[in-house]
Protein backbone atom coordinates (compact mmCIF):
# COMPACT_ATOMS: atom_id res chain seq x y z
CA UNK A 1 0.00 0.00 0.00
CA UNK A 2 1.08 3.39 -0.58
CA UNK A 3 1.84 5.76 2.45
CA UNK A 4 1.71 9.14 2.12
CA UNK A 5 4.91 11.14 4.33
CA UNK A 6 3.76 14.45 6.42
CA UNK A 7 6.57 16.70 5.77
CA UNK A 8 7.54 18.22 9.52
CA UNK A 9 6.71 21.95 10.46
CA UNK A 10 9.89 23.45 10.83
CA UNK A 11 10.79 25.57 13.91
CA UNK A 12 13.13 27.72 12.72
CA UNK A 13 12.47 29.86 9.62
CA UNK A 14 14.35 28.60 7.10
CA UNK A 15 16.84 30.67 4.72
CA UNK A 16 15.86 32.27 1.51
CA UNK A 17 18.26 29.28 -0.51
CA UNK A 18 16.14 26.32 1.30
CA UNK A 19 12.87 28.04 0.55
CA UNK A 20 13.39 28.88 -2.87
CA UNK A 21 14.18 24.63 -2.78
CA UNK A 22 11.24 24.13 -1.63
CA UNK A 23 9.25 26.42 -3.13
CA UNK A 24 8.46 23.67 -6.19
CA UNK A 25 7.37 20.91 -3.38
CA UNK A 26 4.40 20.41 -2.04
CA UNK A 27 4.03 22.30 1.36
CA UNK A 28 1.29 20.03 2.61
CA UNK A 29 2.54 16.02 2.18
CA UNK A 30 4.90 14.28 -0.04
CA UNK A 31 3.46 10.76 -1.82
CA UNK A 32 6.28 8.05 -1.50
CA UNK A 33 3.69 6.26 -4.15
CA UNK A 34 5.14 6.30 -7.97
CA UNK A 35 2.12 3.95 -9.76
CA UNK A 36 4.73 3.66 -12.43
CA UNK A 37 7.52 1.79 -10.45
CA UNK A 38 8.12 -1.08 -11.13
CA UNK A 39 9.07 -1.70 -7.51
CA UNK A 40 6.12 -3.34 -5.57
CA UNK A 41 4.97 -2.09 -2.51
CA UNK A 42 5.67 -4.81 1.00
CA UNK A 43 2.47 -5.79 2.37
CA UNK A 44 2.15 -6.46 5.90
CA UNK A 45 1.45 -10.25 7.66
CA UNK A 46 -2.22 -10.52 7.86
CA UNK A 47 -4.20 -13.11 9.48
CA UNK A 48 -4.88 -15.81 6.68
CA UNK A 49 -7.81 -16.65 8.27
CA UNK A 50 -9.52 -13.23 7.79
CA UNK A 51 -11.30 -12.75 4.78
CA UNK A 52 -11.24 -8.94 4.69
CA UNK A 53 -7.70 -8.59 5.23
CA UNK A 54 -6.73 -11.16 2.68
CA UNK A 55 -9.23 -9.52 0.23
CA UNK A 56 -7.35 -6.39 1.03
CA UNK A 57 -3.73 -7.50 0.80
CA UNK A 58 -4.63 -9.43 -2.86
CA UNK A 59 -5.94 -6.03 -4.13
CA UNK A 60 -3.21 -3.91 -2.55
CA UNK A 61 -0.47 -6.04 -4.37
CA UNK A 62 -2.44 -6.59 -8.01
CA UNK A 63 -3.77 -3.15 -8.79
CA UNK A 64 -3.36 -0.68 -5.54
CA UNK A 65 -4.73 2.48 -7.59
CA UNK A 66 -7.89 1.07 -6.04
CA UNK A 67 -7.24 1.88 -2.74
CA UNK A 68 -5.47 5.06 -3.47
CA UNK A 69 -8.26 6.89 -5.77
CA UNK A 70 -11.13 6.92 -3.93
CA UNK A 71 -14.08 9.36 -4.20
CA UNK A 72 -14.30 11.24 -1.56
CA UNK A 73 -17.64 11.00 -0.98
CA UNK A 74 -19.44 8.33 -1.09
CA UNK A 75 -22.32 6.10 0.79
CA UNK A 76 -20.46 2.95 0.50
CA UNK A 77 -18.53 2.10 3.69
CA UNK A 78 -14.52 2.13 3.17
CA UNK A 79 -13.27 -0.49 1.45
CA UNK A 80 -16.29 -2.52 1.13
CA UNK A 81 -17.26 -1.86 -2.15
CA UNK A 82 -14.15 -4.21 -3.68
CA UNK A 83 -16.34 -7.17 -2.01
CA UNK A 84 -19.31 -8.66 -4.39
CA UNK A 85 -22.64 -8.15 -3.32
CA UNK A 86 -23.48 -10.89 -0.36
CA UNK A 87 -25.62 -13.85 -2.07
CA UNK A 88 -27.93 -16.07 0.31
CA UNK A 89 -26.07 -19.08 0.64
CA UNK A 90 -29.29 -21.44 0.47
CA UNK A 91 -32.97 -20.71 0.53
CA UNK A 92 -34.91 -21.12 3.37
CA UNK A 93 -36.42 -24.39 2.20
CA UNK A 94 -32.75 -25.94 2.31
CA UNK A 95 -31.63 -25.19 5.97
CA UNK A 96 -31.42 -28.05 7.78
CA UNK A 97 -34.04 -28.69 10.26
CA UNK A 98 -32.60 -31.88 12.25
CA UNK A 99 -31.48 -29.74 15.08
CA UNK A 100 -34.75 -28.20 15.51
CA UNK A 101 -36.24 -31.99 15.46
CA UNK A 102 -33.68 -34.87 16.50
CA UNK A 103 -30.19 -33.55 17.36
CA UNK A 104 -29.06 -37.27 17.06
CA UNK A 105 -30.55 -38.00 13.29
CA UNK A 106 -28.12 -38.81 10.69
CA UNK A 107 -26.43 -35.54 8.67
CA UNK A 108 -26.64 -37.38 5.45
CA UNK A 109 -29.04 -39.52 3.70
CA UNK A 110 -29.51 -43.30 4.90
CA UNK A 111 -28.37 -45.85 2.35
CA UNK A 112 -30.99 -47.51 0.02
CA UNK A 113 -33.08 -50.39 1.45
CA UNK A 114 -31.35 -53.17 -0.42
CA UNK A 115 -28.03 -52.09 0.79
CA UNK A 116 -29.42 -52.53 4.04
CA UNK A 117 -30.60 -56.14 3.57
CA UNK A 118 -27.36 -56.31 1.91
CA UNK A 119 -25.67 -55.64 5.52
CA UNK A 120 -27.88 -58.56 6.95
CA UNK A 121 -26.82 -60.96 4.26
CA UNK A 122 -30.11 -60.84 2.78
CA UNK A 123 -31.47 -60.52 -1.01
CA UNK A 124 -34.64 -59.63 -1.97
CA UNK A 125 -36.12 -60.59 -5.65
CA UNK A 126 -39.24 -58.56 -5.67
CA UNK A 127 -39.41 -57.80 -9.30
CA UNK A 128 -39.59 -59.97 -12.86
CA UNK A 129 -36.18 -61.48 -13.70
CA UNK A 130 -35.67 -58.65 -15.99
CA UNK A 131 -31.81 -57.68 -17.32
CA UNK A 132 -31.29 -54.99 -14.49
CA UNK A 133 -32.90 -57.33 -11.85
CA UNK A 134 -30.74 -60.62 -13.27
CA UNK A 135 -27.68 -57.96 -13.11
CA UNK A 136 -28.03 -57.14 -9.11
CA UNK A 137 -28.72 -59.81 -7.74
CA UNK A 138 -25.57 -62.28 -9.67
CA UNK A 139 -23.44 -58.85 -8.21
CA UNK A 140 -24.96 -59.37 -4.56
CA UNK A 141 -24.46 -63.02 -4.58
CA UNK A 142 -20.94 -62.56 -5.91
CA UNK A 143 -20.14 -59.94 -2.89
CA UNK A 144 -21.75 -61.93 0.08
CA UNK A 145 -19.64 -64.51 -1.15
CA UNK A 146 -16.06 -62.45 -1.40
CA UNK A 147 -17.24 -60.37 2.34
CA UNK A 148 -17.64 -63.99 4.01
CA UNK A 149 -17.28 -67.27 2.10
CA UNK A 150 -19.01 -69.27 5.01
CA UNK A 151 -22.11 -67.57 6.40
CA UNK A 152 -25.16 -68.67 4.82
CA UNK A 153 -27.09 -66.30 2.20
CA UNK A 154 -30.78 -65.80 2.47
CA UNK A 155 -32.49 -65.01 -0.38
CA UNK A 156 -36.00 -64.19 -0.51
CA UNK A 157 -38.30 -64.22 -3.49
CA UNK A 158 -41.45 -62.97 -4.50
CA UNK A 159 -41.39 -63.07 -7.84
CA UNK A 160 -43.18 -64.01 -11.41
CA UNK A 161 -40.48 -65.17 -13.09
CA UNK A 162 -39.80 -64.10 -16.54
CA UNK A 163 -43.57 -63.08 -17.41
CA UNK A 164 -46.10 -60.64 -15.55
CA UNK A 165 -48.82 -61.40 -13.46
CA UNK A 166 -50.81 -61.21 -16.89
CA UNK A 167 -48.50 -63.78 -18.67
CA UNK A 168 -47.07 -61.30 -20.70
CA UNK A 169 -43.30 -62.16 -21.11
CA UNK A 170 -40.77 -59.50 -20.03
CA UNK A 171 -37.31 -61.11 -20.35
CA UNK A 172 -35.89 -63.93 -21.50
CA UNK A 173 -35.61 -67.59 -19.78
CA UNK A 174 -31.85 -67.35 -19.49
CA UNK A 175 -32.33 -63.89 -17.14
CA UNK A 176 -33.47 -67.08 -14.64
CA UNK A 177 -30.73 -69.05 -15.60
CA UNK A 178 -28.03 -66.78 -15.23
CA UNK A 179 -28.81 -66.77 -11.22
CA UNK A 180 -29.38 -70.31 -11.07
CA UNK A 181 -25.47 -70.53 -12.16
CA UNK A 182 -24.21 -68.02 -10.26
CA UNK A 183 -26.34 -69.77 -7.44
CA UNK A 184 -24.55 -73.12 -8.02
CA UNK A 185 -20.95 -71.51 -8.21
CA UNK A 186 -21.33 -70.21 -5.07
CA UNK A 187 -19.49 -71.62 -1.68
CA UNK A 188 -21.90 -70.61 0.77
CA UNK A 189 -25.60 -71.80 1.66
CA UNK A 190 -28.32 -70.27 -0.03
CA UNK A 191 -31.30 -70.00 2.22
CA UNK A 192 -34.37 -69.52 0.17
CA UNK A 193 -37.68 -68.22 1.13
CA UNK A 194 -40.80 -67.68 -0.70
CA UNK A 195 -42.98 -64.71 -0.17
CA UNK A 196 -46.07 -64.11 -2.09
CA UNK A 197 -45.66 -66.10 -5.82
CA UNK A 198 -42.58 -68.21 -6.86
CA UNK A 199 -43.94 -68.16 -10.43
CA UNK A 200 -41.41 -70.39 -13.32
CA UNK A 201 -38.06 -69.33 -13.51
CA UNK A 202 -38.58 -68.21 -9.76
CA UNK A 203 -39.88 -71.09 -8.73
CA UNK A 204 -36.58 -73.04 -9.57
CA UNK A 205 -34.43 -70.33 -8.31
CA UNK A 206 -36.46 -71.43 -5.03
CA UNK A 207 -35.90 -74.99 -5.43
CA UNK A 208 -32.39 -74.32 -5.84
CA UNK A 209 -31.71 -73.73 -2.67
CA UNK A 210 -29.22 -75.76 0.16
CA UNK A 211 -31.20 -79.00 0.71
CA UNK A 212 -33.06 -78.75 3.56
CA UNK A 213 -32.79 -74.81 3.84
CA UNK A 214 -35.83 -73.93 1.52
CA UNK A 215 -38.66 -72.75 3.36
CA UNK A 216 -41.96 -71.16 2.18
CA UNK A 217 -44.45 -68.85 3.68
CA UNK A 218 -48.01 -70.21 4.65
CA UNK A 219 -50.05 -68.40 2.36
CA UNK A 220 -47.31 -67.90 -0.63
CA UNK A 221 -47.84 -69.78 -3.94
CA UNK A 222 -45.79 -71.36 -6.29
CA UNK A 223 -46.19 -72.22 -9.99
CA UNK A 224 -44.05 -74.04 -12.57
CA UNK A 225 -45.08 -73.57 -16.35
CA UNK A 226 -43.78 -73.99 -20.06
CA UNK A 227 -41.76 -70.67 -21.00
CA UNK A 228 -43.61 -68.21 -23.38
CA UNK A 229 -42.46 -67.68 -26.86
CA UNK A 230 -41.97 -63.78 -26.56
CA UNK A 231 -43.51 -61.56 -29.02
CA UNK A 232 -42.67 -62.24 -32.73
CA UNK A 233 -44.00 -58.74 -34.23
CA UNK A 234 -43.26 -59.27 -38.28
CA UNK A 235 -40.78 -61.46 -38.21
CA UNK A 236 -40.73 -63.66 -40.87
CA UNK A 237 -41.60 -67.23 -40.31
CA UNK A 238 -38.46 -68.96 -40.18
CA UNK A 239 -37.31 -66.32 -37.80
CA UNK A 240 -40.40 -67.52 -35.76
CA UNK A 241 -39.38 -71.11 -36.04
CA UNK A 242 -36.18 -70.57 -34.89
CA UNK A 243 -37.04 -68.82 -31.57
CA UNK A 244 -39.57 -71.44 -30.96
CA UNK A 245 -37.24 -74.10 -31.23
CA UNK A 246 -35.28 -72.72 -28.47
CA UNK A 247 -38.35 -72.02 -26.47
CA UNK A 248 -38.24 -75.39 -26.53
CA UNK A 249 -34.64 -76.08 -25.30
CA UNK A 250 -35.33 -74.02 -22.77
CA UNK A 251 -38.19 -75.74 -21.36
CA UNK A 252 -36.76 -78.85 -21.54
CA UNK A 253 -33.53 -77.38 -19.57
CA UNK A 254 -35.99 -75.81 -16.80
CA UNK A 255 -37.90 -79.55 -16.43
CA UNK A 256 -34.37 -81.10 -15.97
CA UNK A 257 -33.39 -78.51 -13.20
CA UNK A 258 -36.43 -78.45 -11.66
CA UNK A 259 -36.54 -82.68 -11.98
CA UNK A 260 -32.94 -82.48 -10.21
CA UNK A 261 -33.87 -80.26 -7.07
CA UNK A 262 -37.49 -81.85 -6.30
CA UNK A 263 -36.08 -85.54 -6.54
CA UNK A 264 -38.62 -86.01 -9.16
CA UNK A 265 -38.55 -87.87 -12.40
CA UNK A 266 -38.30 -85.78 -15.46
CA UNK A 267 -41.19 -87.11 -16.63
CA UNK A 268 -43.34 -86.40 -13.80
CA UNK A 269 -42.26 -82.67 -14.33
CA UNK A 270 -43.25 -82.43 -17.94
CA UNK A 271 -46.37 -84.07 -17.57
CA UNK A 272 -47.28 -81.34 -14.73
CA UNK A 273 -45.72 -78.62 -16.82
CA UNK A 274 -47.77 -79.13 -20.02
CA UNK A 275 -50.65 -76.72 -18.18
CA UNK A 276 -49.34 -73.86 -14.95
CA UNK A 277 -49.23 -76.01 -12.09
CA UNK A 278 -50.14 -74.37 -8.72
CA UNK A 279 -48.73 -75.35 -5.15
CA UNK A 280 -49.43 -73.78 -2.01
CA UNK A 281 -47.05 -74.43 0.65
CA UNK A 282 -48.43 -77.84 1.36
CA UNK A 283 -48.23 -78.66 -2.02
CA UNK A 284 -45.15 -77.70 -2.95
CA UNK A 285 -43.88 -79.49 0.20
CA UNK A 286 -45.09 -82.91 -1.07
CA UNK A 287 -43.73 -81.88 -4.48
CA UNK A 288 -40.29 -81.11 -3.48
CA UNK A 289 -40.12 -77.44 -4.01
CA UNK A 290 -39.42 -76.86 -0.25
CA UNK A 291 -38.24 -78.73 2.68
CA UNK A 292 -40.38 -76.76 5.69
CA UNK A 293 -43.24 -74.47 5.84
CA UNK A 294 -41.88 -71.34 7.80
CA UNK A 295 -44.67 -69.73 10.59
CA UNK A 296 -43.81 -68.67 13.60
CA UNK A 297 -43.83 -70.71 16.79
CA UNK A 298 -44.70 -73.92 14.64
CA UNK A 299 -42.35 -75.98 16.00
CA UNK A 300 -43.62 -75.54 20.19
CA UNK A 301 -46.76 -75.77 18.86
CA UNK A 302 -45.92 -79.35 16.81
CA UNK A 303 -44.23 -80.91 19.55
CA UNK A 304 -47.04 -80.04 22.25
CA UNK A 305 -49.99 -81.16 20.04
CA UNK A 306 -50.93 -84.77 20.99
CA UNK A 307 -51.51 -87.64 18.87
CA UNK A 308 -54.80 -88.58 17.51
CA UNK A 309 -55.38 -91.69 19.65
CA UNK A 310 -54.27 -89.84 22.97
CA UNK A 311 -57.13 -86.82 21.76
CA UNK A 312 -59.67 -89.87 21.62
CA UNK A 313 -58.68 -91.44 24.95
CA UNK A 314 -58.97 -87.99 26.36
CA UNK A 315 -62.51 -87.62 24.59
CA UNK A 316 -63.37 -91.02 26.13
CA UNK A 317 -63.81 -92.32 22.25
CA UNK A 318 -63.12 -96.19 22.36
CA UNK A 319 -62.05 -97.78 19.45
CA UNK A 320 -64.10 -100.67 18.28
CA UNK A 321 -62.48 -103.12 16.20
CA UNK A 322 -64.17 -104.18 12.98
CA UNK A 323 -66.46 -106.15 12.80
Known sequence: MAACLQVPMATSIPSSSSSRSLRGRPTQALCAFNSKSSAKIPVPPVNPKDPFLSKLASVATTSPETLLNRPS????????????SPKLMATPAQVERSVSYNEHRPRRPPPDLPSLLLHG????IGMPLVPAVTELVIAELMYLQWMDPKEPMYLYINSTGTTRDDGETVGMETEGFAIYDAMMQLKNEIHTVAVGAAIGQACLLLAAGTKGKRFMMPNAKAMIQQ??????GLMPASDVLIRAKEVIINRDTLVKLVA?????????????????????ATRAKEFGVIDKILWRGQEKIMAEAAPPEEWDKGAGIKVLDAI
Open 73 to 84: NSDTPPYLDIFD
Open 121 to 124: RIVY
Open 227 to 232: PRVPSS
Open 260 to 280: KHTENSVETVANVMKRPFYMD
